[in-house]
């Protein structure tokens, strides 16, 4: 006998259209989450990496890495994964990987590497490196690849407590402006909901995107990544209760799907209210 609650849609998202604002392996399952909620994925990516200017310290340092010179390696953001990819780099089974939360350890995952560690609490580098610390009280060789606009909070912690530290610049973060198509979805109120997944992605969104309508939802992945898109200038509506993908898209889907009304107005109008099925 099928006693499941019979108010719970199978597919709440149902008529949705929502921007995936990555590409690669990471929003290809995103967009598969999204279809079996019901939604309709828009893949636009909004943010990609350019090769860092120092090309030389990257390689040798990936080199060392696959010949196991390293005990860690530390990875902030999925574009990190991006570039661990594009030069299939290979870590060895005896170094063990740190991602700084769920959304990096699930890029990760989807291009074949393995996660040892992901902070309990605070997703952010100064969560890692407290983490890291506890974990390792003797010195071992840790190898930290970053953007060239992140501040070292990691490194400077590692090195603090007597690590040996490598921190090397991986990647520039660049805006990939988007179709004109999709800016008029966008426009048009015809994308429902867009997902903020990093601070790069919000200052995107808010540069590409700066007559987003009243109904479409801008859902954060997180607290911490909440903070950062309303430092650039996002009105964040829904704030996903952890840092996950699915804890983001069941956050969008407690919500039922707006309506187009007063959808070229400024960004000051009703949100859908929240689902009472």
Not at 70 to 98: C, G, H, M, N
Not at 134 to 148: G, N, Y
Request: charged share 20%.
């Amino acid at each position: 006998m099928n006693t499941a609650p019979q108010h719970v849609p199978a597919k709440p998202l149902a008529g949705w259209r929502v921007l995936v604002p990555r590409g690669g392996p990471w929003g290809d399952g995103v967009a598969a989450t999204l279809r079996r909620q019901g939604a309709t994925p828009v893949i636009a990516p909004l943010i990609n990496f350019a090769p860092t200017n120092d090309q030389a310290t990257l390689e040798q340092s990936l080199a060392d890495l696959a010949a196991g010179r390293f005990e860690w390696l530390t990875v902030t953001s999925a574009t990190t994964v991006d570039v661990l990819y594009a030069y299939r780099a290979v870590v060895p089974p005896q170094t063990k990987i740190a991602a700084v939360g769920e959304t990096t350890a699930a890029a990760l995952l989807a291009v074949g590497y393995r996660v040892d560690l992901v902070p309990e609490d605070d997703n952010s580098a100064a969560g890692m490196a407290e983490q890291l610390i506890a974990l390792e009280p003797q010195p071992r060789d840790i190898l930290t690849l970053r953007s060239e606009i992140a501040k070292p909070v990691l490194t400077r912690m590692l090195s603090d407590a007597g690590h040996r530290v490598r921190s090397v610049v991986a990647y520039r973060t660049v805006g990939v402006p988007v179709t004109e198509r999709i800016a008029e979805d966008v426009r048009s109120g015809r994308i429902n909901a867009i997902l903020v997944t990093s601070g790069s992605v919000a200052e995107q969104v808010h540069l590409q995107f700066p007559d987003v309508p009243p109904t479409t939802l801008i859902a954060a992945i997180g607290p911490r990544t909440a903070k950062d898109a309303r430092r650039a200038g996002l009105s964040v509506d829904v704030i996903a209760d952890a840092q996950t993908v699915d804890a983001l898209i069941d956050a969008v889907a407690r919500f039922s799907l707006p309506h187009a009304a007063d959808e070229f107005a400024p960004r000051t109008g009703a949100l859908p209210l929240p689902r009472q099925d």
